[in-house]
């Protein structure tokens, strides 16, 4: 019951953020689980006339959004201004629980006090240690990323599990759906062609039996 409720609270998050922020190139924003805390990673490309970055949290899908730090409180979401080169920035979420899930939502502020949205995220917190959602050694992969129109699904499934991969679109529809009885080769690659689709970001789901299902964010470029 709960891997089911964990999985659909991150699936509702797939909603379109609004597009681009033209303070910053932004290179996206991830998640890993450093024992009982997240650590968020984010970089940027370039920045120009930028003040900071605000970012907010939730634990439930459909809860509103709230403040967790920004670039007024810390200095450590602040922005050199105008750059151009590359920036990276951390930062560590100590007040979370072992065996929840937490969105978070990035957004960058310019100089003119404008609020762009950049990137948001799920994470489940497991209490075996520091991973990202799930075990390494199933080495879940999307190649190339962006694509067009074909993407390779690469997992490698050493414990012989029962695994599922499914793709969804931002409306949360599912357009393919994989399923492994454990009994195939321990390396496997899944091709999806994608050409009867739009262009987009669409979202591979990895379910692999005994774990919390992990993602990978995939973007069709026509």
């Known amino acids: 019951m709960y891997k089911k409720s964990a999985l659909f609270s991150c699936l509702m998050l797939l909603l379109p953020l609004i597009p681009a922020f033209s303070a910053v190139e932004f290179l996206g924003l ?67 629980r072992v065996g929840e899930c937490y969105h978070y939502r990035l957004s960058g502020v310019d100089i003119a006090s404008n609020i762009g949205r950049l990137d948001s995220l799920c994470i489940c917190l497991s209490g075996t240690g520091v991973k990202k959602l799930f075990p390494l050694d199933f080495a879940f992969e999307a190649f190339p990323n962006p694509f067009n129109p074909e993407v390779k699904l690469s997992f490698n499934n050493p414990g012989g599990k029962n695994i599922g991969i499914d793709i969804y679109s931002l409306r949360g529809e599912r357009i393919m759906r994989f399923r492994s009885a454990g009994t195939g080769p321990e390396n496997t690659l899944l091709i999806w062609n994608a050409a009867e689709f739009p262009a987009g970001v669409y979202l591979a789901v990895l379910k692999v039996d005994g774990f919390p299902a992990t993602t990978q964010k995939l973007l069709y470029l026509k």
């Open 30 to 96: 991830e998640a890993l689980q450093e024992a009982d805390r997240v650590r968020l990673d984010w970089a940027t490309s370039s920045e120009t006339a930028n003040q900071g970055f605000i970012l907010e949290r939730k634990s439930d899908s459909l809860a509103a959004w709230e403040a967790l730090n920004d670039y007024l409180h810390n200095d450590d979401l602040r922005s050199p201004g105008s750059v151009s080169y590359r920036t990276d920035y951390s930062y560590i979420d100590s007040s979370v």
